[in-house]
């Protein structure tokens, strides 16, 4: 791996601050600057700044409680099954923060003055428990379909109303976890107050009102995702009619109840606005060219977010772009990506974001399936990219149908039809690219991670004659292996995605599973997976990888001691390292004129 490459693996990313209402300039936060992503604190009236959370398979968020504990998810292994964990700012070891609770899985969480909600699943059903300052929680909820506190990826939102009066869950009773309902119970007695369902559409918990029993919340009643707010006291449903291209999602509220920050995605491009709640009317608050990850409204009213670019590591800003934690690196920027637009097979038009070495192409290339499936790629801090552009590799990130960003209909293109659109939008993205002159056809490498990296063993077999090489991390390989041995969320989310699990719609599975194909696939693979990985388990790659290796097909594996996430930055780097010398290996020597085209 090129020594920059290297540097910009090692820049240290830092996520959004959180704080406690009583002292907002004592800032929690996770960062990447001891090698694994953990908690750090920082006193800004002071500028001290230490580590407080030491946890082997790193942290993924920081929360502070209402009396400014620090608070985090803590697990044993990479399965992340855990609980959660709370020690004082300054001082002290951490110590469990609900007593008299088994581990599971973090389903949310909220707190506010007095009282605390969580959820928690186990192997057989999903739990929700409300607590008060030194007593014992009481489980107000269970269920053996998916449910949890607050908004989904948000740790710590759209749970608890700010008197702790009321309380928020999602749930999917119905059977369709992609398309959650809210529940509204009194946070006293457990009892449900109000219901709010939109058949066949997501609904995801924002936050309550600091000065109203209001909900901010995102509906998907149009084309794009809008704010709508749920009144309390009136039982009453508002969604705001937003005059704005593509997709606004809210994020907060202003201090004074009278406007909420949203995020605007269109088209790859993330900005921020303000808009009022009365009028509708916005103000853009920040527009930084670059992936806006999260952001939030300080009790002054000033913006904070975390925001990354091409050249930038993620790191938190002001709306005007003023550092909050100070980085001590300068890591070398990266090649700026294109955006590439081109018409698959169905003849929607689709989005690619490309970046290339220095010179002209044609490039060997690395196509790029996302993961998630239900996310897209935006132009932000991407080391992994940028080290294929270092070596002289062409990067296309393609947001294949499913993607978010681009309209609810298009990202519900998965629904029961999973797997095939976007294997198509691959190719087709690379034919476009072939058309146009950028990349060299015979030097075609696959790359995908999660749903990506299951895409990448899918295609391995279904479009055997477009590759060189095929990399697929933490992938399924197997589906009905991964069905049976997945975490209950991830069951959950297939039965919702195919329609069905395996005994119920067979074919679909079988059209879409990877080993259908295995006669067919002739690229050699690396495939790189976590030991303890609930979501995409070792045990549902094993059997493809064990069926290539009977044809003949070469297969390197690499398995690394922990979960699905990987937050150690050694681990990473050197994952990466094998993923080029790997492709490395199978690339065509480029004669004179390629090697200047390169940059090699």
């Given at each position: 791996m090129h020594e920059h490459s290297a540097r910009r693996f090692k820049a240290i990313?830092?996520?959004?601050?959180?704080?406690?209402?009583?002292?907002?300039?004592?800032?929690?936060?996770?960062?990447?600057?001891?090698?694994?992503?953990?908690?750090?604190?920082?006193?800004?009236?002071?500028?001290?700044?230490?580590?407080?959370?030491?946890?082997?398979?790193?942290?993924?968020?920081?929360?502070?409680?209402?009396?400014?504990?620090?608070?985090?998810?803590?697990?044993?292994?990479?399965?992340?099954?855990?609980?959660?964990?709370?020690?004082?700012?300054?001082?002290?070891?951490?110590?469990?923060?609900?007593?008299?609770?088994?581990?599971?899985?973090?389903?949310?969480?909220?707190?506010?003055?007095?009282?605390?909600?969580?959820?928690?699943?186990?192997?057989?059903?999903?739990?929700?428990?409300?607590?008060?300052?030194?007593?014992?929680?009481?489980?107000?909820?269970?269920?053996?379909?998916?449910?949890?506190?607050?908004?989904?990826?948000?740790?710590?939102?759209?749970?608890?109303?700010?008197?702790?009066?009321?309380?928020?869950?999602r749930h999917s009773e119905h059977g369709d976890v992609i398309h959650p309902a809210l529940r509204i119970l009194d946070a006293t007695r457990g009892d449900a107050v109000a219901e709010i369902t939109d058949l066949g559409r997501a609904l995801d918990p924002v936050a309550w009102s600091p000065v109203e029993p209001c909900l901010l919340f995102t509906s998907e009643r149009g084309a794009f995702e809008r704010p709508a707010i749920w009144d309390a006291s009136t039982e009453a449903r508002r969604d705001l009619d937003i005059d704005l291209p593509g997709a606004v999602i809210p994020i907060a509220w202003y201090p004074n109840g009278e406007a909420i920050l949203v995020r605007q995605e269109h088209e790859a491009i993330d900005r921020l606005h303000r808009v009022s709640v009365r009028s509708g009317a916005t103000r853009l608050m920040a527009d930084p060219g670059g992936e806006i990850e999260n952001a939030v409204v300080r009790p002054d009213g000033e913006v904070w977010l975390t925001v990354g670019d091409a050249s930038h590591a993620l790191r938190p800003e002001t709306s005007d772009g003023h550092n909050i934690v100070p980085v001590p690196d300068d890591p070398p920027p990266g090649r700026p990506?294109?955006?590439?637009?081109?018409?698959?097979?169905?003849?929607?038009?689709?989005?690619?974001?490309?970046?290339?070495?220095?010179?002209?192409?044609?490039?060997?290339?690395?196509?790029?399936?996302?993961?998630?499936?239900?996310?897209?790629?935006?132009?932000?801090?991407?080391?992994?990219?940028?080290?294929?552009?270092?070596?002289?590799?062409?990067?296309?990130?393609?947001?294949?149908?499913?993607?978010?960003?681009?309209?609810?209909?298009?990202?519900?293109?998965?629904?029961?039809?999973?797997?095939?659109?976007?294997?198509?939008?691959?190719?087709?993205?690379?034919?476009?690219?072939?058309?146009?002159?950028?990349?060299?056809?015979?030097?075609?490498?696959?790359?995908?991670?999660?749903?990506?990296?299951?895409?990448?063993?899918?295609?391995?077999?279904?479009?055997?004659?477009?590759?060189?090489?095929?990399?697929?991390?933490?992938?399924?390989?197997?589906l009905i292996a991964w069905h049976r041995s997945a975490m209950p969320f991830i069951r959950a989310l297939n039965v919702a995605t195919f329609g069905g699990d395996p005994a119920d719609v067979p074919d679909r599975y079988r059209q879409r599973d990877p080993m259908t194909y295995v006669g067919r696939a002739r690229a050699p693979v690396l495939v790189i997976a976590g030991e303890d990985d609930?979501?995409?388990?070792?045990?549902?790659?094993?059997?493809?990888?064990?069926?290539?290796?009977?044809?003949?097909?070469?297969?390197?594996?690499?398995?690394?001691?922990s979960g699905h996430w990987m937050n150690d930055t050694e681990e990473t780097i050197r994952q990466v390292d094998m993923i080029l010398t790997f492709f490395e290996r199978y690339r065509v020597p480029t004669s004179s004129r390629g090697r200047q085209a390169g940059g090699r």
């Open positions: 990313e830092i996520g959004l601050p959180c704080w406690a209402e009583a002292d907002p300039t004592r800032l929690a936060f996770v960062s990447t600057e001891s090698g694994v992503r953990q908690v750090w604190t920082l006193e800004r009236s002071t500028g001290r700044r230490h580590r407080v959370s030491d946890e082997a398979h790193g942290v993924e968020h920081a929360l502070v409680s209402p009396d400014g504990r620090i608070i985090w998810w803590s697990q044993t292994t990479g399965d992340e099954r855990g609980h959660w964990v709370a020690r004082e700012f300054e001082r002290g070891v951490p110590a469990p923060l609900v007593l008299d609770l088994d581990d599971g899985w973090s389903t949310g969480i909220s707190l506010v003055p007095g009282r605390i909600s969580l959820g928690l699943a186990t192997d057989e059903e999903y739990r929700i428990y409300v607590g008060e300052d030194g007593g014992s929680p009481r489980l107000v909820y269970r269920h053996e379909q998916p449910a949890g506190v607050g908004g989904l990826l948000r740790e710590g939102t759209g749970g608890l109303s700010a008197d702790g009066s009321w309380l928020c869950i990506f294109r955006s590439f637009w081109f018409a698959n097979p169905a003849d929607d038009k689709i989005q690619a974001l490309v970046v290339t070495p220095p010179g002209r192409g044609p490039f060997p290339i690395v196509v790029r399936a996302h993961g998630g499936p239900e996310w897209h790629h935006r132009e932000r801090w991407d080391p992994e990219a940028q080290a294929f552009v270092d070596s002289g590799f062409a990067v296309a990130c393609v947001n294949f149908r499913g993607s978010t960003g681009y309209g609810i209909p298009f990202r519900e293109r998965l629904t029961e039809d999973p797997l095939l659109g976007e294997s198509e939008d691959l190719v087709a993205c690379l034919d476009a690219l072939i058309d146009e002159g950028v990349v060299d056809g015979a030097q075609v490498f696959l790359f995908g991670w999660s749903w990506g990296g299951t895409l990448a063993c899918l295609n391995e077999g279904l479009h055997p004659d477009r590759w060189r090489a095929v990399f697929a991390g933490v992938p399924a390989g197997d609930p979501r995409c388990p070792l045990v549902a790659v094993m059997p493809w990888i064990d069926a290539l290796r009977r044809r003949g097909i070469v297969v390197e594996v690499h398995v690394y001691p």
